[in-house]
């Protein structure tokens, strides 16, 4: 009942406070989401972490004459992105408790919902009851984007939506047919669904284009900093935290296990999109003027090494090396947490100064820290984050993918390791522009330091990204069996 | 012994969290004085450890914790105490607490105080956790953690724009190191299966002979390629050629920490690194002879550099740039144990000239200038005769402790047959020269000669405070006799037996010490030693043209413009990346984004597609409200209707 209750306890609460209006909105808010967020933790500590099979799993049919059932259940794979994310939600609230003063209720309301949703997506084991926990939660940010969003929102919400909703239309199709295939939308029934070369190539592109755009891979990613940079602040930080990590996690639920096979086939084309992400778009978000920007292009880039950790996983199995092999996927895996709190803190720090300046721009900025100097320090210490400083959650992801990817070609690990310097160039390059400096001009100096609640939001991420830099065994150890098994999984053919 | 070893790092990593973000409250008062007993608690530790480990042989290596294990590899947080790692230990903690005490004194009028404090004992913290690991991982941490405090360092005063710059310079400089080091540490891994030192040296004796190809067809040797990428690494940190740009521009960072981290310890994290590794390095002759040619090079060029500098601190700083040349040419040939003596000797006789430059610059208020100095010499007697001392040792003057150190690599690259031995050997001897000029160019500049001062600063100028003063006098001691007194056991003595590993066919201390058995029988070949010769001349030079001819430097200058204007350029390194790594990156991703992002994908895929489908839209658009939840229910429904037809069809 735990998954149901982390579900349904934040799409219930967002309807009532919907309901309720925005005179109470910001205090049940944030008793729900640290409410969720406590019952999240017994998947943590309750976790069986010798076992791959699914835990806290439950089952109900649903809609039985499409053979659509209720079926909820997580792995060492999705526990930790389902505590991301009501951890996330907490931060959300504090972030706009003073900040949000139109349509509170409907602002706060929709993140709640939009929690649940997330959730869903990550225990459901219902290809199905996937689909539409995928798809429901682009209506809550849709919302979001829209109506608290910047000046040229409409343009990035439609983009934004007709992107990621034409992508996940191929995966129903592929969905479709495999039921057609094999009777069952059950995706542990369709792991071991047989299927033949050509059914896997196709069934694994359109899962690609879903899972693609979604976190998002060269070249279908430019609707990232377009919704990014119209998004309000908690908006991008979901975006960044928690949404982009679907398509991570899609690619290990269902691309990898349903089609080995054809993941196998295309790991060159794969590895080769990742490599672009990490060095072409290094290169461009060193060119951005826009923060906002500039953090979204460090996304994409900090998502090249998920792709690029999955899927060397089968040049490391075609070496025969399969000892190794899980080093790469678990490399991805905690890319994507120590992402889903850097970037969060990022756009978070990007969001305190434009509550106060109303402007994104680098170039209005300069010598931060002489008018914030409490603040300043936790952006260089994020900044520094983000460019993957050892003891911080950032390096150890990419410490993984690099290792990895050298077992499997040299050239791999030389380009991806070029993210030490992009990496180090783009963020840093930002912080002496905004951060260093004589005060430039009369916004600058008329700031004022960070008021307890943010430093409080600010505080709970740094801790968090320092816990995974000193000690990432605390989620790598979850990981191990689920990983073990995929590994092995992918390593047979399914024909 | 694990808790004491456990709590060397963590005493000024407490100190400095309690500084750092509590320094408000404990005051200026409270927060030198926890982050210094911190420190100094971190040295009386580290004397129990030399007492361990050098009096009672008990080498200790265990793990502390596990910091995570995957794919099979266990990567854990440990400790290495042996021999090498206790002599950086106490040289580290023993100049850090110097610095401490300095600090006090410099730092006396500044509003960042507590910050201050708390960098520098972060410092420490992040510089033993480096040399004490027994991994590479916590190695790369320690590696990147001084690295990130020496830019928070450096940026100390932030509204500086050339501090700010400066910084960040520093920090992608090292990365660039760091992308080769991330690789050596990957390849490592590779073929070893290990992140532990003790591991990875047994598992690479079979390597040799193993080739690996990068690049069509093309094999290298898997150790080469390995030491090489290691020793790009030690190239950002340990400031050689061409990595070598970001150290003089660190200076705009306050002296103590020029003296901490630029000259004492960070910057011989390099060093210190080759020196651990060199049971791989010493499987791979062509690194060994990379190492022996980019340190000679760095040694002579860099020396030379610092003869056309005006700016007190900079001098020092291509001083320091030029003797870790020298480091890194013992290196190269195989005299691992000389390039650590040298460590040690360089890192108290460099501190102390750093912190007298630092004296003289706020006896001046903040003058950094050597042509606005001269005459000191009556104004600040401690700070010129411990300069005296340092600048003594530092050419190497007969039986201070750099005539040890600097004669001993002159003469183990003599005796090396590696390619490129030759030229490394004419480039350190020819240094020496170029050391003792520079050398006494500044302290006869700074100390002698007539007054430059205005007169303001000349009514104000006076010794400054006992703790700025101290410390010298601290550091002095060691300059001078640790040399002769070490000198013995660590190089030609069994100090560093089974800790740093020379093949026996390049085992140049072995052929020294043929002829040289120790500090007495060294001091006995002065008369016949060319580099004594050359240094003498070097301080005769400078005193010729700096005191008795102060008129000729500028004449000569004049005549030689085109050699000054190549020393003034600094070979052109700087303007090379500026313009051509850092405005062309930023040209590739400006070009990048607008032809690629923006112009192709954006442009005329994505809203290209977009206009046909919105003709096609138009239609739809007649049945629809606007509202957000219609399209929600309409999507739900069409969703319904879809399924339904793939069902039952």
């Known amino acids: 009942m735990l998954l149901s209750l982390l579900i349904w306890l934040p799409i219930v609460a967002g309807v009532v406070i919907l309901a309720l209006g925005d005179a109470r909105a910001r205090h049940i808010a944030l008793g729900v989401s640290v409410l969720t967020f406590v019952f999240s933790l017994p998947l943590f500590f309750g976790f069986d972490t010798t076992i791959s099979q699914m835990q806290f799993t439950e089952h109900a049919a649903w809609l039985p004459s499409f ?131 050509k059914e896997q190539l196709l069934i694994f592109l359109a899962f690609l284009i879903a899972f693609a755009v979604k976190i998002p891979m060269w070249p279908v990613h430019t609707w990232l900093p377009d919704a990014h940079v119209e998004a309000p602040t908690a908006g991008s930080a979901v975006l960044a935290a928690i949404m982009l990590k679907m398509g991570g996690y899609g690619f290990l639920r269902f691309s990898l296990p349903i089609t080995p096979d054809a993941s196998n086939r295309l790991d060159g084309l794969m590895i080769f999109l990742s490599l672009v992400a990490v060095v072409y778009i290094g290169f461009v978000a060193l060119a951005q003027r826009d923060m906002k920007k500039l953090i979204a292009y460090s996304s994409i880039s900090h998502m090249g090494f998920v792709t690029l950790g999955i899927f060397i996983a089968f040049m490391l199995i075609g070496a025969g090396d399969q000892s190794h092999v899980a080093l790469g996927i678990e490399g991805a895996m905690v890319q994507m947490i120590s992402h889903g709190f850097i970037s969060a803190a990022m756009f978070l720090c990007v969001g305190v100064m434009y509550d106060r300046v109303h402007s994104r721009e680098i170039a209005d900025y300069g010598g931060v820290v002489n008018t914030m100097p409490i603040f300043a320090a936790f952006m260089v210490f994020f900044a520094l984050a983000n460019a993957g400083l050892p003891g911080t959650s950032g390096f150890v992801g990419e410490f993984m993918v690099i290792i990895a990817s050298f077992k499997a070609n040299f050239w791999f690990a030389f380009l991806a390791a070029t993210t030490l310097i992009l990496g180090a160039a783009y963020t840093l390059w930002m912080v002496k522009r905004v951060i260093f400096g004589e005060v430039t001009n009369a916004n600058v100096a008329n700031l004022t330091d960070i008021d307890r609640r943010e430093f409080i939001m600010l505080a709970l991420l740094a801790f968090f990204v320092l816990l995974l830099g000193v000690w990432p065994n605390l989620v790598v150890h979850v990981m191990h069996a689920s990983v073990e098994n995929l590994v092995q999984h992918i390593s047979v053919s399914k024909y | 012994m694990k808790f004491i070893y456990t709590l060397i790092p963590l005493c000024p990593l407490f100190a400095a969290i309690a500084a750092g973000l509590f320094g408000k409250r404990l005051g200026r008062v409270m927060s030198h004085r926890v982050t210094i007993g911190g420190v100094a608690m971190s040295f009386l530790l580290s004397l129990i450890a030399f007492q361990q480990v050098v009096l009672s042989g008990n080498t200790f290596n265990e793990s502390i914790y596990t910091w995570m294990v995957s794919g099979g590899i266990r990567f854990e947080v440990g400790f290495l105490v042996d021999r090498l790692t206790v002599l950086m230990m106490l040289v580290v903690t023993f100049v850090s607490l110097m610095v401490h005490i300095y600090t006090i004194g410099y730092m006396h009028d500044d509003d960042g105080y507590q910050r201050f404090f708390s960098y520098i004992s972060l410092f420490t913290f992040s510089m033993l956790m480096l040399v004490m690991s027994n991994n590479f991982m916590q190695l790369f941490f320690g590696w990147e953690a001084v690295g990130t405090v020496s830019y928070l360092l450096i940026g100390f005063w932030y509204k500086r724009d050339t501090a700010i710059f400066a910084n960040m310079k520093a920090f992608l400089v090292n990365r660039v190191g760091d992308f080769g080091f991330i690789l050596g540490i990957a390849a490592v891994v590779m073929y070893t299966g290990s992140l532990d030192y003790e591991e990875v040296f047994v598992k690479a004796q079979p390597l040799i002979g193993q080739t690996m190809s990068i690049m069509g067809g093309f094999e290298w040797s898997v150790l080469t390629v390995i030491c090489i990428c290691l020793f790009i690494g030690a190239m950002g940190k340990s400031a050689q050629m061409p990595l070598h740009v970001w150290l003089p521009d660190s200076m705009e960072g306050p002296t103590p920490i020029s003296a901490l981290i630029h000259a004492a310890t960070m910057v011989t994290a390099g060093i210190f690194m080759v020196a651990r590794m060199s049971p791989l390095f010493e499987l791979s002759e062509t690194a060994l002879s990379f190492i022996l040619v980019i340190g000679a090079l760095t040694a002579f060029l860099m020396g030379l550099i610092g003869i056309v500098q005006h700016d007190i601190k900079r001098v020092v700083a291509y001083s320091t740039l030029s003797q870790l040349g020298y480091m890194t040419v013992a290196l190269g040939a195989s005299a691992y144990s000389a390039a650590i003596f040298h460590l040690m000797t360089h890192a108290f006789f460099k501190a102390l000239l750093f912190l007298a430059a630092g004296s003289v610059i706020i006896a001046l208020h903040h003058e950094q200038d050597m042509r606005k100095m001269g005459g000191l010499r009556k104004y600040l007697p401690i700070t010129y005769w411990t300069s005296l001392i340092g600048s003594l040792a530092l050419i190497g ?101 089974g800790v740093i590993f020379v093949d026996d066919s390049h085992n140049v201390i072995e052929r020294v010490r043929e002829h040289t058995t120790g500090a007495m029988s060294m001091l006995s070949h002065v008369p016949g030693s060319k580099a004594f010769y050359l240094a003498m001349a070097g301080v005769f030079f400078a005193w010729f043209f700096y005191l008795v001819k102060p008129e000729w430097p500028a004449k000569i200058q004049s005549k030689l413009g085109f050699l000054h204007r190549i020393l003034d350029k600094k070979y052109g390194f700087d303007e090379f990346n500026q313009t051509v790594f850092a405005a062309g990156s930023v040209g590739i991703g400006a070009g990048l984004w607008r032809f690629g992002d923006q112009g192709v994908i954006d442009g005329a895929v994505v809203n290209g597609s977009a206009q046909g489908i919105g003709k096609l839209a138009g239609l739809a658009r007649l049945s629809q409200s606007g509202y957000l939840f219609h399209y929600a229910f309409a999507m739900i429904i069409g969703l319904l209707v879809m399924m339904s037809i793939f069902l039952f069809i």
């Open chain 1, 67 to 197: 053979d659509i059932n209720y079926t909820l259940g997580v792995d060492g794979i999705s526990m930790p992105l389902i505590l991301l994310t009501t951890f996330i939600n907490v931060i959300v609230v504090i972030s706009a408790w003073v900040v949000i003063t139109d349509r509170v209720a409907v602002y706060l309301g929709a993140f709640q919902i939009m929690t649940g949703l997330m959730v869903g997506v990550f225990a459901a084991l219902d290809a199905i009851l996937f689909y539409i926990f995928f798809e429901a939660t682009l209506i809550p940010m849709f919302l979001i984007i829209g109506i608290w969003g910047g000046p040229n929102r409409v343009y990035a919400t439609i983009k934004f939506f007709l992107y990621t909703f034409l992508g996940s239309v191929f995966m129903l199709v592929a969905l479709i047919y495999m039921y057609r295939v094999g009777s069952s939308f059950a995706v542990l029934d369709l792991h071991i669904l047989k299927l033949n070369q």
């Open chain 2, 397 to 497: 003057f007969p039986g201070l402790s750099g005539f040890f150190s600097k004669d001993l690599i002159i003469e183990a690259v003599h005796e090396s047959t590696l390619p490129g031995a030759t030229l490394a050997y004419w480039a350190v001897l020819a240094g020496v020269f170029v050391t003792a000029f520079y050398s006494f160019r500044m302290f006869f500049l700074v100390f002698h000669g007539k007054s430059r001062m205005d007169e303001h600063t000349e009514e104000h100028c006076h010794e400054p405070p006992n703790v700025v003063t101290w410390p010298l006098i601290a550091l002095a001691v060691p300059s001078v006799i640790i040399g002769f007194m070490t000198m013995g056991p660590i190089v030609f003595g069994q100090y560093f037996e």
